[in-house]
């Protein structure tokens, strides 16, 4: 069957998505088209420019609206600056606030370290993580990092880097699963590995 070109293109251009086959491509396709509300229209609208409304914290690098020179957590002055959680990406951080069970500040490291990627620590926020603990107001690093080869990896390097800083560096427990990402877990596996986290040092 030959579809009209409007809709092959929209079929294609959810394919392009992550974990979006040729099947759910067209499912998503037809239900926008059969959709009797301005559902297609608001997605539309929320496409639009959307990534130019939106920046980087200049603090965290976490995701934040653009024309902000801070993100909501570190303009925040009730959560606690002294303790930093490093994270991969910024969907980790909106999967720890769920938990409700931090209240210190984030850094986003914008991916992992990675050498057959060719990804090192000039490829991603790790030099202004060392600048915010060179001012001496961190007293706890948590290295909430994914629980993989990478994450590990990731980890290791920066508790090594962070040795003789006079702070205390933390991993989350082993609450999560190996090779899962943070994005995946649920509340509660989370909450525990934020309590049963440990030293590295």
Same mark, same amino acid.
């Given at each position: 069957?030959?579809?009209? *070109? &409007?809709? $092959? =293109?929209?079929?294609?251009?959810?394919?392009?998505?992550?974990?979006?086959? &040729?099947?759910?491509?067209?499912? !998503? *396709?037809?239900? %926008?088209?059969?959709? @009797?509300?301005?559902?297609? $229209? =608001? !997605?539309?609208?929320?496409? +639009?420019?959307?990534?130019?409304?939106?920046?980087?914290?200049? #603090?965290?690098?976490?995701?934040?609206?653009? /024309?902000?020179?801070?993100?909501?957590?570190?303009? +925040?002055?009730?959560?606690?600056?002294?303790?930093?959680?490093?994270?991969? =990406?910024?969907?980790?951080?909106?999967?720890? #606030?769920?938990?409700? /069970?931090? @209240?210190?500040?984030?850094?986003?490291?914008?991916? *992992?370290?990675?050498?057959?990627?060719?990804?090192?620590?000039?490829?991603?926020?790790?030099?202004?993580?060392?600048?915010?603990?060179?001012?001496? +107001?961190?007293?706890?690093?948590?290295?909430?990092?994914?629980?993989?080869? #990478?994450?590990?990896?990731?980890?290791?390097? %920066?508790? @090594?880097? %962070?040795?003789?800083?006079?702070?205390?560096?933390?991993?989350?427990?082993?609450?999560?699963?190996?090779?899962? =990402?943070?994005?995946?877990?649920? @509340?509660?596996?989370?909450?525990?590995?934020?309590?049963?986290?440990?030293?590295?040092?």
């Amino acid at each position: 069957m030959i579809l009209p *070109a &409007p809709l $092959q =293109d929209l079929i294609n251009a959810f394919e392009r998505l992550p974990g979006i086959g &040729p099947k759910s491509a067209s499912r !998503l *396709a037809f239900y %926008l088209l059969r959709a @009797q509300d301005n559902l297609g $229209q =608001d !997605l539309a609208d929320a496409l +639009d420019g959307f990534k130019d409304k939106l920046a980087f914290c200049s #603090e965290c690098f976490n995701i934040t609206t653009a /024309g902000r020179e801070l993100c909501e957590i570190c303009d +925040d002055s009730r959560r606690d600056a002294s303790i930093i959680c490093v994270v991969e =990406d910024a969907l980790d951080v909106l999967s720890l #606030e769920r938990t409700a /069970g931090y @209240q210190g500040r984030y850094h986003v490291l914008h991916g *992992a370290l990675s050498p057959i990627e060719g990804i090192g620590p000039d490829d991603l926020k790790i030099r202004p993580l060392f600048d915010r603990v060179a001012r001496g +107001d961190v007293r706890e690093v948590i290295l909430a990092t994914n629980p993989s080869m #990478e994450g590990d990896a990731t980890a290791l390097y %920066l508790s @090594q880097r %962070l040795v003789g800083e006079n702070l205390r560096v933390t991993r989350l427990a082993r609450g999560l699963p190996v090779g899962g =990402d943070l994005e995946y877990a649920d @509340q509660n596996t989370l909450l525990r590995a934020l309590s049963g986290r440990q030293d590295m040092n």
